[in-house]
């Protein structure tokens, strides 16, 4: 049952108070002042005799508005002033059960991609699409948090605002050192999409500038910086990047199912240069979110990764990130493998739109959205929806001819530890399955280290329970090869059918699923893999999600869960043969 957000009223306060019933249809609220339209956003106000869902505030100070500034159209203004009340302050967000303790979400309200992503001056920045008035998707802007190391983040004011010429769609962020575009010396340039159905080009690119690391925005008085050439309709997510052997900037913006490549030497004027993609790996619709940039070998060689994300596409249904890995000559990228070639970052359901930040160096670090286009806006939270995955450092190996990119944890990950115990010598056969307690009482955020013997048939795994009986079996399979997460009993289930306006029916799920299938949240997702006795698992646990790092991160699954209290329990199980534990280090997390 929603709860109201409390708030203290005034009659003059800065925060126009908005009461939010999510079933309601849209109203549409304007600024405008001296005949400019500073912001525009789409509510679903409750009703005068409807419970609201939740109250969201919108800081009338920041346009340096008042209410006769304020328009609605779709109901009378009257009407809508009578719901709407004045805070000095933002309503509190009350707890809730399913809110992670240690994944960065936002405070509440939706969020899909992280956008823009940057580190400077001991600062990482992380922005991200959001939705300030419902927790489902709309009204795109940037939200912003902070952290100084991956793992703690503080909320900031949201960066970057819906305007007059519409939403605020992904992109990318650089850190102008030598003045290139003449905003000033280490100005922060940050490019979105501008996407306005209203519009000759509905999606455009656009800038935005800061000069005070990323706090503050001004957008470029000269947007769009780029329309597309032929009038496609898909054309977002700009990422930029610093190409040095031509010291040029490089744009890749995903344009239906082809990346196409830009470049310029100030970051407004931007030239056409090359397309890329056309047939390449999974593409039933458009790509979005590309990524590029440069991973090297342990044996030293260095190789170009593009990231596109699909949607849908995802071997088990929605959205999925894949990648390419090739070379590049300052005008193309070119793919090492054949286009039939499928190549993905996470075999698990719940990792999309994953792009890294910039100015990090020689370290390539990944976010990803928790969640999936499928059920993402009907998960079981109250006064949020999404969280990002922990940060993963992307590494490059070589198996049989072919390159991969692995996906693991960053170290700043241990800055959470709070305190371990390891286990050791736990060996299972089928008629003795050994259950092991993880923690008397736990607040659902932990680490499990695993290094496993596997026999060479048959399925052996570990199995995390509650008291309530929800149950997440991860399992070797050693005769189909793969390792398999089945969240199918895991808790809540029963939301996954409803498709959202992002999701489409996935053709191929049942087919390519032969696993456990209940709807699109309750199934089993599974990498291939070589199972051959020794392997090491890292497990991280944070309430409603589970990520897996197989080898170091050569495989890797994060599938969300909502079990009816948290995972305090493992069984260490195999139906054929001696499955051995040989190490489990249990690490309580916390921030
Ligand atoms: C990916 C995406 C992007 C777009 C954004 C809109 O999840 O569809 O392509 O910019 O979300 O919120």
């Known amino acids: 049952m929603p709860l109201l957000l409390s708030c203290h009223r005034s009659p003059a306060g800065r925060y126009m108070i908005i009461p939010i019933r999510e079933a309601n249809d849209e109203i549409t609220l304007t600024i405008g002042k001296g005949g400019e339209t500073l912001y525009v956003a789409d509510i679903r106000l409750a009703g005068e005799r409807e419970l609201p869902d939740y109250l969201v505030p919108l800081d009338l100070g920041h346009f340096g508005a008042s209410k006769r500034d304020v328009h609605f159209s779709g109901i009378k203004a009257a009407k809508a002033w009578k719901l709407i009340s004045f805070a000095d302050t933002p309503p509190e967000v009350p707890a809730e059960r399913y809110r992670p303790v240690y994944h960065h979400t936002p405070p509440y309200g939706w969020m899909n991609d992280a956008n823009g992503l940057f580190y400077k001056d001991g600062l990482y920045h992380l922005y991200y699409q959001y939705n300030p008035f419902a927790c489902v998707w709309g009204n795109m802007h940037w939200g912003h948090s902070v952290s100084p190391d991956l793992v703690h983040w503080e909320h900031q004011p949201v960066a970057l605002y819906r305007d007059g010429y519409g939403h605020i769609f ?19 340039v940050s490019f979105y999409t501008s996407y306005n159905t209203e519009r000759e080009f509905i999606q455009t690119q656009c800038l935005a500038c800061s000069l005070d690391d990323g706090m503050t925005f001004t957008k470029y008085e000269g947007n769009p910086v780029l329309t597309p050439f032929d009038g496609i309709k898909d054309f977002r997510d700009p990422k930029v990047f610093w190409y040095g052997p031509e010291s040029k900037w490089i744009m890749i913006v995903s344009a239906d199912k082809e990346m196409r490549f830009y470049s310029s030497k100030d970051l407004k004027e931007w030239e056409y240069m090359s397309a890329w993609g056309e047939g390449y790996g999974v593409q039933p619709r458009q790509f979005e979110c590309p990524d590029f940039f440069q991973l090297t070998t342990a044996e030293g060689e260095t190789k170009w990764v593009m990231i596109v994300n699909v949607n849908p596409g995802c071997f088990f249904g929605g959205s999925a990130t894949q990648y390419f890995v090739g070379g590049f000559d300052g005008r193309s990228f070119t793919c090492d493998s054949p286009k039939e070639t499928v190549k993905w970052l996470d075999w698990g359901k719940d990792h999309y739109a994953t792009v890294c930040f910039s100015n990090t160096g020689d370290r390539v670090i990944a976010v990803p959205w928790m969640s999936n286009w499928q059920y993402g806006t009907i998960v079981p939270t109250e ?51 050994q259950g092991i307690k993880l923690f008397d009482s736990t607040d659902g955020a932990y680490e499990l280290d695993v290094d496993v013997n596997v026999p060479a048939a048959g399925r052996s795994g570990l199995r995390l329970t509650n008291a309530a009986g929800d149950v997440v079996d991860m399992y070797f399979d050693a005769s189909l090869q793969r390792f398999v997460m089945d969240r199918t009993k895991s808790g809540t289930v029963d939301f996954g059918e409803r498709s959202t306006t992002h999701g489409i029916e996935n053709h191929d799920r049942r087919k390519t699923n032969s696993m456990n299938y209940v709807n699109d949240f309750a199934l089993a997702t599974w990498a291939p893999m070589s199972v051959k006795g020794i392997h090491s698992m890292k497990i991280l646990y944070d309430l409603t999600s589970l990520e897996v790092f197989i080898d170091g991160g050569r495989a890797v699954m994060t599938n969300l869960v909502f079990p009816d209290g948290p995972y305090d329990s493992l069984e260490v199980y195999s139906d054929k043969g001696r499955f051995s534990v040989d190490k489990l280090t249990i690490t309580a997390l916390g921030l």
Do not use: H, M, Q
């Not at 198996?399 to 010598?425: C, H, I, Q």
């Open 170 to 188: 992904s992109g990318s962020s650089v850190v102008d050192y030598d003045n290139t575009a003449g905003f000033g010396e280490g100005a922060v």
């Open 383 to 433: 006064y949020f929806r999404s969280a990002n995955a922990i940060p993963r450092e992307l590494g490059l190996f070589k198996d049989g001819g072919e390159y991969y990119v692995s996906a693991y944890p960053v170290a700043e990950l241990s800055n959470l530890e709070k305190g371990s115990r390891t286990l050791s010598g736990i060996a299972a056969t089928a008629d003795k399955p």
